[in-house]
């Protein structure tokens, strides 16, 4: 199966990161195409490949799969032995329920602090309501974490879950976030993960647009 990646800009699409690390991670061979947004052919670049004319989208041997936690739903179902749900039905039921929280709330964070790798934007964006999500997130990191052992959510494997909360260490450090000791280790553990350093590696190397 040849599958092809379309995401946003590497530096700003926290969205595209997700399923990007869901694949890498799978170890599914797979090409990644970048469009850059802000763009005055942004969305005509887009809607060429994407129904909802948004990115990601995956196109693999005719089928299409957009929004980031389907893509990653498809991506276990094509790699089972990559293991991106825990095994576990009741820590797997958690782990949905985390990722589908990320997925679906959190709109002040993503708003006040988007997603900008190797911006330095300290102090920035700290609403009420974006500090608010910052400390839901920090609870349930921690939660997980003392339930699993770490140091990734649920234990020694990357999962679905860490692929939904990886753009959020990112803004963590881009706006200067306090954060506690177990938030900083998992950050740590985040950015040590070779697909996403080569995501960040990547994303230094684009223009910046913001």
Known sequence: ????????????SSWSLRPYLALAHARLPFETKTIFLDREDSKANIGKVSPSER??????DGVIVWDS???CEYINELAPAARLWPEDQRERARARAIS????????AMRRDMAMDIGGQRKGEGHTPDALADTRRVMAIWR?????????????????I???????????????????????????DTIAAFPPMQQWCADAAREPVSR
């Not at 199966?1 to 700003?12: D, E, F, N």
């Not at 990115?55 to 693999?60: E, R, S, T, W, Y």
């Not at 699993?148 to 990357?158: A, D, K, N, T, Y």
């Open 69 to 71: 936690l389907a893509i």
């Open 1 to 12: 199966m040849t599958l092809t990646l379309y995401v946003g800009s590497k530096r700003y």
């Open 161 to 187: 879950a860490d692929a939904m909360y990886a753009p959020v260490t990112t803004r963590f450090v881009t706006y200067g976030v306090e954060v506690d000791a177990t938030s900083r280790a998992y950050i």
């Open 100 to 107: 589908a929280e990320m997925h679906a709330g959190f709109v």
């Open 55 to 60: 990115v990601p989208v995956l196109h693999g």
């Open 143 to 159: 939660e997980a974490l003392a339930a699993s052992g770490g140091p990734f959510l649920f234990g020694r494997e990357f999962t």
